[in-house]
C-alpha cells in the first residue's frame, strides 16, 4: 500500500509561480512512474506531466510544455511540479499518481494509476 500526500498549493496571481509537492510512503518509490494530473470545475481530469523512475525522462501535455517542470527526489520518496507563468486557467485540483512498480511511461493514455493522492488546490487569480 502507498499513500500520496500531495502539499504546497494556494492562491497566486496570474504571471507567478508555485511548486507543489507529493511524497509517498512506503520503500517502492523509486520503481514507480510518477505523473501530475489537474482537474478544473466541471471540467474532466487530465494530464500534466511524468517522470520516469530514475528521473532522467519527462513527459509533458503539449499545452504545458515550457512552464511546467516535473522533478523528483527518490532519497526523500517526493515528486515535485513547478509551475512557471501560471494563468487563471491553470485554477484547478492537481493530483499526483504512482504506477505499478517497474512500469515504463507509455503515454498519458495507456498511464494507469496505482495509487492516487487527495489532491492540493492551486487557485490562479487574474
Known amino acids: 500500500q502507498v499513500q500520496l500526500v500531495e502539499s504546497g498549493g494556494g492562491l497566486v496571481q496570474a504571471g507567478g509561480s508555485l511548486r507543489i509537492s507529493c511524497v509517498a510512503s512506503?520503500?517502492?518509490?523509486?520503481?514507480?512512474?510518477m505523473a501530475w494530473f489537474r482537474q478544473a470545475p466541471g471540467k474532466e481530469r487530465e494530464f500534466v506531466a511524468a517522470?520516469?523512475?530514475?528521473?532522467?525522462?519527462?513527459y509533458y501535455a503539449d499545452s504545458l510544455k515550457g512552464r511546467f517542470t516535473i522533478s523528483r527526489d527518490n532519497a526523500k520518496n517526493t515528486v515535485y511540479l513547478q509551475m512557471d507563468s501560471l494563468k487563471p486557467e491553470d485554477t484547478a485540483v492537481y493530483s499526483c499518481?504512482?504506477?505499478?512498480?517497474?512500469?515504463?511511461?507509455?503515454?498519458?493514455?495507456?498511464?494507469?494509476?496505482?495509487?492516487w493522492g487527495q489532491g492540493t488546490q492551486v487557485t490562479v487569480s487574474s
Open positions: 499518481a504512482a504506477d505499478r512498480p517497474w512500469s515504463d511511461f507509455r503515454g498519458p493514455d495507456a498511464f494507469s494509476a496505482n495509487y
Open positions: 517522470i520516469s523512475r530514475s528521473g532522467g525522462s519527462t
Open positions: 512506503g520503500r517502492t518509490f523509486s520503481t514507480r512512474v
